[in-house]
């Protein structure tokens, strides 16, 4: 069983809803962002997804490019961030990891080396938002061989023709998009979601998580009622862009774990 399994396992067991927090790797520093990581965990976060940073995020907001661009400016480099996991994992070996981005920067490391040390460092999926399933054997299927998870994105325009082959070799969970556009460009509505995600569940057994919009402790309980997960990015980032403290941006992620955890 990998290590996402595992974890939506224990919360069915817990009849608790999954808390997933995206954070940029090496933002606002690689020292604060290290400990940003390994503090999430004990914040109630249930599978952090770290960011890659790259120069040209075309599905992220403003919030997140800027995270990206303050990474860089840092010095953050996808060796660096497989680096990063790798001292995550020195103090935990079980919270999933999943790295978030697009296929520039893995193209340009190779990919036979990226899935390697990936594997190695305790990487345990991808989210590649660039690489539609035509694309499979670029990078999908190598990962999966490779014993990582490959997470799809489905959007409000999957539709009934599209969904089954969005579905196809997908693994760990489905990401259910909740808005039409970038991240943190409007709020999610789990009305709306409820439908989207039974959809979803009628072709799959893995967990449907919903990410995008979803900005306060309240809307997270409500999108969590709804699906298996809420995924929460750009509301954090902002914080850190803010120049909050590492403690202080935890507090925040407990707030909105907590808030998931309940629904």
Do not use: W
Not at 6 to 28: H, I, N, S, T, Y
Not at 153 to 174: H, I
Not at 189 to 207: D, F, Q, S
Request: aromatic letters at 6%.
């Amino acid at each position: 069983m990998t290590r996402i399994e595992a974890a939506f396992e224990r919360l069915r067991a817990q009849r608790r809803k999954a808390f997933v927090a995206f954070v940029m790797a090496g933002d606002p520093d690689p020292e604060a962002s290290l400990e940003i990581i390994r503090g999430l965990p004990g914040a109630g976060v249930d599978v952090i997804e770290m960011g890659m940073p790259f120069t040209d995020p075309m599905a992220d907001g403003p919030a997140i490019q800027r995270a990206g661009q303050r990474a860089l400016g840092a010095g953050q480099t996808l060796a660096r961030t497989l680096a990063m996991v790798r001292a995550f994992r020195e103090q935990d070996d079980t919270t999933p990891i999943v790295l978030m981005g697009y296929y520039n920067p893995i193209y340009s490391m190779g990919v036979g080396r990226f899935l390697a040390e990936a594997a190695e460092a305790g990487v345990d999926g991808l989210i590649v938002v660039d690489l539609p399933p035509e694309e499979d054997d670029e990078l999908c299927l190598p990962a999966q061989a490779a014993g990582l998870s490959f997470i799809r994105l489905a959007t409000p325009t999957t539709d009934d023709r599209r969904l089954p082959r969005v579905l196809t070799n997908t693994s760990g969970f489905v990401y259910y998009v909740s808005i039409t556009g970038i991240t943190g460009s409007a709020e999610a509505n789990a009305a709306a979601i409820a439908p989207e995600v039974t959809r979803i569940k009628a072709g799959t057994p893995l967990p449907v998580c919903v990410g995008f919009g979803i900005r306060t402790p309240e809307a997270a309980r409500s999108i969590a009622a709804v699906a298996d997960g809420a995924v929460v990015g750009s509301a954090i980032v902002e914080r850190i862009g803010a120049g909050e403290s590492p403690g202080q941006v935890l507090a925040f992620v407990r707030s909105l774990a907590e808030a998931t955890h309940t629904a």
